[in-house]
């Protein structure tokens, strides 16, 4: 872990509850774009594409429970 995010989460934990809670849901929202911009880029660098139907298939079985 790189020491710019073990300084803010230091500084996160300092935070009232329901304030960490609200980050900590715009962090994963933030960390689940990230992941899907890096599958899309994946798979155009490789020059092919996902079929609409399988890419939200597999975010589906993965993200949602």
Partial sequence: MNTILKQTIDAFEQLP???QQELAGRFQTMV???KIDAMLAEGEARGG?????????ELKAQYVA
Wanted: hydrophobic share 45%.
């Fill in 17 to 19: 509850e329901v304030l």
């Fill in 32 to 34: 689940a774009r990230a």
């Fill in 49 to 57: 594409e996902t079929p609409h139907d399988q890419f939200f298939a």
